[in-house]
C-alpha cells in the first residue's frame, strides 16, 4: 500500500506544478490620470506598485457627511457616494481609495496584482484623484 501511495502523490503533485504559469518580467508602465482607461492585455498581468499623489499629502481624513460624485465618467463607474477622502483608481468599475486615513490606518495596500482583461481607470477630480500610478507587466509563461 505505501509503495502505491507516494507515486499517487508524486503524480497529483507533478500535475499541480505544471499547471501553475511563470511570470516573465515585460516592461513597467507609468500611467496618468490623463490617460485612458488602460486594459491589461490576454496572457498578462499587472502588479501596481504606487498611486502617485499631488505631493500635498497623504494622510486623508473622514467626512463628516459624504458626497455623491462621479470620478469616473470615462469608465462608466456611476456616482457614488464617498465618505473617505484619499486618492482613488477604479479596477473594474470598483473604485478603491489609496492613501493612510487620519485614524492611522491604510486605505488600500500596494501592490495590487491585476488580472489580464481588467480595466483601470483613474479618475478626475483633482482634489480626490491619484495623478497615475506605476504597474509593472508581466507575461504569464506557460
Keep these: 500500500m505505501k509503495h ?12 499541480f506544478y505544471k499547471a501553475q504559469g511563470n ?15 488602460q486594459t491589461v492585455p490576454t496572457g498578462k498581468v499587472w502588479k501596481i ?9 497623504d494622510v486623508y481624513g473622514v467626512q463628516t457627511s459624504g458626497t455623491t460624485l462621479s470620478l469616473f465618467p470615462a469608465c462608466g463607474v456611476p456616482s457614488f457616494y464617498y465618505l473617505y477622502s484619499g486618492r482613488y483608481l477604479a479596477i473594474n468599475s470598483i473604485p478603491i481609495s489609496f492613501g493612510i486615513h487620519s485614524a492611522g490606518e491604510t486605505m488600500t495596500s500596494l501592490p495590487i496584482w491585476v488580472p489580464a482583461g ?16 506605476s504597474a509593472i507587466e508581466f507575461n504569464i509563461i506557460p
Design 4 to 15: 502505491l501511495v507516494f507515486p499517487l502523490f508524486l503524480m497529483i503533485s507533478v500535475g
Design 23 to 37: 511570470l516573465q518580467f515585460n516592461q513597467v508602465k507609468i500611467i496618468s490620470n490623463t490617460d485612458p482607461p
Design 49 to 57: 506598485e504606487s498611486v502617485f499623489t499631488a505631493g500635498d499629502q
Design 118 to 133: 481588467s480595466t483601470i481607470c483613474t479618475c478626475t477630480n483633482n482634489a480626490l484623484c491619484a495623478r497615475g500610478y
